[in-house]
């Protein structure tokens, strides 16, 4: 099996073991990323109401999830 | 400890802090105390580092190296994201073009409370630290002089080891080094 099928097995791959470490990166990049972009916004002066907006989330929920990490 | 430190050596653990400070990261590990080093103009551990033809310029590549190959745990996030058809390094690349280097993985961590303000030693660094007291006592020194930081860096774990061994540093060699040169020059 060469590098691209094992790749193409592993995504379509019925063992939990592959299928949730999968999720599982996954959401620790979202959170990074999400992070880094909540960030970026407060450095450009965006509010909590408009970050919470754009994430289609709520204003308590992402000020209480980032007021310790970002100014 | 530091007490017996000399004043090279304080230097370059205030250097180290420095530039984990400068850097952003949020301990001072043994890649900073092997920058230190260089930053020291004209010590011991300089040219017993020197006598090992390791230069600041091919340090400073490999402890950058390091840091990118190995950014927390994420090799087992990188083949993990590789199976759903994500390029972990891609996205990591594309992040720090717009935010620069280290971004994504920075991204995280708490805010520092005082800015400018103390940061801690990692384990591996501070074990560091240790060893260098054991290495001048072992040498029958009694003052820790850059040349036993160097030492105890090479003895050690950590980045500043790896980069060190991987230069072809050996401690019993250093060792010899050090000695002889303390024979003929005052401590640095």
């Known amino acids: 099996m060469n590098e691209a099928t094992e790749v193409a097995a592993a995504a379509s791959s019925r063992d939990p073991a592959v299928g949730l470490a999968a999720v599982a990166a996954l959401r620790r990049l979202l959170e990074s990323l999400e992070a880094l972009q909540v960030a970026n916004a407060r450095a450009q002066g965006w509010s909590w109401q408009q970050i919470a907006d754009a994430l289609a989330v709520s204003r308590q929920a992402v000020h209480k999830k980032y007021r310790r990490t970002v100014a | ?188």
Do not use: C, W
């Open chain 2, 1 to 188: 400890m530091f007490e017996r430190f000399t004043e090279n050596a304080r230097t370059v653990v205030v250097l180290a802090q420095q530039d984990a400070r400068e850097r952003g990261d949020s301990a001072i590990d043994t890649g900073h105390l092997l920058r230190a080093l260089y930053a020291v103009p004209d010590n011991l551990a300089l040219m017993v580092l020197e006598g090992f033809s390791v230069r600041r310029a091919d340090v400073e590549a490999d402890l950058a190296g390091s840091a990118v190959a190995t950014p927390r745990s994420s090799a087992a996030d990188a083949d993990a994201l590789a199976a759903l058809g994500i390029d972990l390094d891609e996205v990591r690349r594309r992040v720090e073009e717009a935010f620069g280097p280290g971004a994504l993985d920075r991204a995280q961590e708490p805010k520092r409370r005082f800015l400018g303000g103390h940061i801690p030693f990692a384990g591996e660094a501070k074990k560091s630290l240790e060893l260098s007291l054991r290495e001048a006592i072992s040498l029958g020194h009694n003052y820790i002089g850059t040349e036993h930081v160097l030492l105890a860096l090479v003895r050690g774990d950590g980045a500043a080891h790896d980069v060190l061994v991987g230069r072809g540093v050996r401690l019993d060699v250093a060792r010899v080094m050090v000695e002889e040169l303390v024979r003929g020059r005052r401590a640095g």
